[in-house]
Structures are given as structure tokens and as C-alpha cells.
């Protein structure tokens, strides 16, 4: 019986992360959707995206304004940010937010590139009914994430 240890988990992420960015490599440099600012300005090594969970104390404490994230991001010298949906819950469909949440990321020269979603179902549970009902919870993300302008990396 083979017995799956927290290590050969951690060698298999580690090693799909790197076949995954190994073969899409091509696909983003061709994908066209990136913002040419962010292709144009490496004066850095490496351009780092800072996850918004990672400020989740100061947001859920009230000491950080979700609207203010992009404007962190940049004071903390970071050229893209990662959304929670779980901080957006009631404005996933709201145009007028999403306009302005759009345009403090440009404001503040910043790349929007994905948005974590949380607490829309399981993906992988077995009860088809169950799973297609977390598919559609997940509809109106995609969406946001289209009208936000993040880069769609064709696999």
C-alpha cells in the first residue's frame, strides 16, 4: 500500500506548478490581453503580485477599505494584486464597484490578475447536481473578472 506523505504532496504541487508555467509560457507572451505598461516596465528583476488574503486582518478589523487594496499593493512596491472574493460577496454583479475597483488598480499602476473565489461549492464534489450548482455560483467571477480586465492565460 503506497502511502502519500505531506512531502510527495508538496513534490507533486511543486512539480505540476512548474509543468503548468513551462507550458504556458509561450501562450502568455502571445496572449495579448496583458496591459503593455506591465510588459514595458521590468526595471526590477521580478515583478511580484501582492494576494489580498494577505492583508485579511487589516481588512476584516475594518483598518483597510477593500477599494484601498491596489493603492497597498503599490505603496508596498508590488506591480500586481490577487482579489478575495470573500471581500467583494455583494458586489460580484455591481458595475458601478467593479468600475471603481477597475480604476483604482490603473490609478495606482497596478495588474489585477485574478480573484480567488471562496465559499461558491465544492468544484470536485462527486453529486453531479451539487457540482453544476457550484459551476454557475462560480459564473458571475468569471464575469467580474472579465469586466475587471484580468489576463485570460489560454492552456
Not at 491596489?70 to 467583494?88: D, M, R
Not at 458595475?95 to 480573484?115: D, G, T
Not at 451539487?130 to 489576463?151: C, I, M, Q, S
Request: with cysteine; aromatic share 14%.
Amino acid at each position: 500500500m503506497c502511502t502519500i506523505t505531506f512531502y510527495n504532496r508538496l513534490f507533486f504541487i511543486f512539480f505540476l506548478v512548474i509543468t503548468i508555467n513551462t507550458s504556458c509560457k509561450n501562450e502568455v507572451q502571445n496572449a495579448g490581453n496583458l496591459d503593455s505598461k506591465m510588459l514595458e516596465m521590468p526595471k526590477q528583476k521580478f515583478m511580484y503580485s501582492l494576494a489580498q488574503w494577505s492583508l485579511h486582518r487589516s481588512i476584516q478589523s475594518k483598518k483597510l477599505d477593500p477599494m484601498d487594496f491596489a493603492l497597498k499593493a503599490k505603496e508596498l512596491g508590488f506591480s500586481g494584486i490577487e482579489y478575495v472574493s470573500t471581500f467583494y460577496k455583494n458586489f460580484a454583479k455591481d458595475s458601478l464597484y467593479l468600475s471603481k475597483l477597475k480604476q483604482r488598480a490603473a490609478e495606482n499602476s497596478v495588474q489585477s490578475l485574478l480573484i480567488m473565489v471562496d465559499g461558491e461549492g465544492d468544484m470536485g464534489v462527486l453529486d453531479e447536481a451539487k457540482r453544476n450548482k457550484a459551476v454557475e455560483n462560480h459564473y458571475k467571477w468569471v464575469d467580474a473578472a472579465a469586466f475587471l480586465g484580468l489576463p485570460f492565460y489560454p492552456c
